[in-house]
């Protein structure tokens, strides 16, 4: 079993930049693909963007890409999601998961909260 948590959410102006950290439990971490996803208030939680195993290969939102960057250490068994030029409409809750092979996620952190202020 893997456990998530995630830190680095705030308050922040438009424009502003964020790095959020997803540290991870459990000596299989470097095994999974990692996902970031985001839910507003009142919407569904959305892909956001995942990073391969070995860091080699990410996959990012359209909705933010140009503007995210997904990293990982695996010796620290840290994954990272640095958001640029943030607009209000980033506002959300920003949760990593561990995925498998076939894109399904097994874990879930319990979020951190991240609002943009106009």
């Known amino acids: 079993q893997v456990q998530l948590v995630e830190s680095g959410g705030g308050l922040v102006q438009a424009g502003g930049s964020l790095r959020l950290s997803c540290a991870a439990s459990g000596r299989t971490f470097s095994w999974y693909t990692m996902a970031w996803f985001r839910q507003a208030p009142g919407k569904e939680r959305d892909f956001v963007g995942r990073i391969s195993w070995s860091g080699g290969r990410t996959t990012y939102a359209d909705s933010v890409k140009g503007r995210i960057t997904i990293s990982r250490d695996n010796a620290k068994n840290i994954v990272y999601l640095q958001i640029n030029s943030l607009k209000p409409e980033d506002t959300a809750v920003y949760y990593c998961?561990?995925?498998?092979?076939?894109?399904?996620?097994?874990?879930w952190g319990q979020g951190t909260q991240v609002t943009v202020s106009s």
């Open positions: 998961a561990v995925q498998n092979g076939n894109g399904a996620n097994l874990y």
